[in-house]
């Protein structure tokens, strides 16, 4: 079975900073791989994804991840903070095959932007 | 673009009432999905339904039901609300037979006293 760990509940930086928020996978297979973004009493907004090719996939908002087949990582990044990025982040993993596009969420990185 | 809806942002119950949770897609997607989503836990899968009828049980199925009749609606039924299932529900849809992204509702958010 896939499953999803990020390690950091909540990480803090300043605005201005950069940032790297860790995602690790278990799965068997190439993996189908998101990340997720959740303002404040909001539903879940897709950021970026890895399905196959280039390992370094560029996303909305100026985020961009890289998946490591070797580390079974896929890290989100940004050089650059902005106070709107305050939000809650999740990776996600999918299955191929008959899984239905099934997901399993890690779970969950809170990011608070300080001015 | 696409759009989930889910009937209701807040609902307030109490505990033994059975619960509708409504969600509706106008995409024509045949993937839809329930998940709860608790501080620390990240989202769980409750059930999945990849066409009208068919519905598959997902990782915290106990004390839920659904019901598909129609391909743009997925309800999640609470047969007898209890206070461990006070969480924030959410629904989400996407295409069948290929791996692309799921789209979320806003969410709805339960409290059962």
């Known amino acids: 079975a896939q499953s999803v760990t990020q390690p950091d509940i909540h990480i803090t930086v300043s605005e201005g900073a950069s940032l790297e928020l860790r995602c690790n996978y278990s799965?068997?297979?190439?993996?189908?791989l998101f990340w997720y973004v959740q303002s404040p009493g909001q539903g879940l907004q897709l950021l970026l994804k890895y399905f196959s090719g280039d390992t370094l996939v560029q996303g909305i908002k100026g985020f961009e991840a890289e998946f490591k087949r070797s580390q079974s990582s896929f890290n989100l990044r940004k050089p650059s903070v902005h106070w709107s990025d305050a939000a809650e982040y999740f990776c996600a993993v999918g299955a191929g095959g008959t899984s239905y596009g099934k997901l399993t969420f890690g779970q969950g990185t809170i990011l608070t932007v300080h001015p | 673009d696409v759009k989930v809806t889910q009937s209701s942002r807040y609902l307030v119950k109490r505990t033994g009432e059975k619960v509708f949770l409504e969600c509706v897609q106008d995409?024509?997607?045949?993937?839809m999905f329930w998940y709860r989503q608790d501080p620390g836990l990240g989202l769980r899968l409750i059930y999945f339904s990849y066409d009208v009828k068919m519905k598959e049980k997902g990782d915290i199925p106990e004390g839920y039901s659904v019901s598909r009749e129609k391909k743009e609606r997925f309800s999640l039924i609470l047969e007898s609300a209890s206070t461990n299932q006070t969480s924030m529900y959410l629904c989400?849809?996407?295409?069948?037979?290929?791996?692309?992204?799921?789209?979320f509702g806003q969410g709805t958010r339960l409290t059962v006293v």
């Open positions: 799965y068997g297979a190439t993996p189908y």
């Open positions: 995409m024509d997607h045949e993937n």
């Open positions: 989400a849809s996407s295409l069948y037979g290929q791996i692309t992204e799921a789209f």
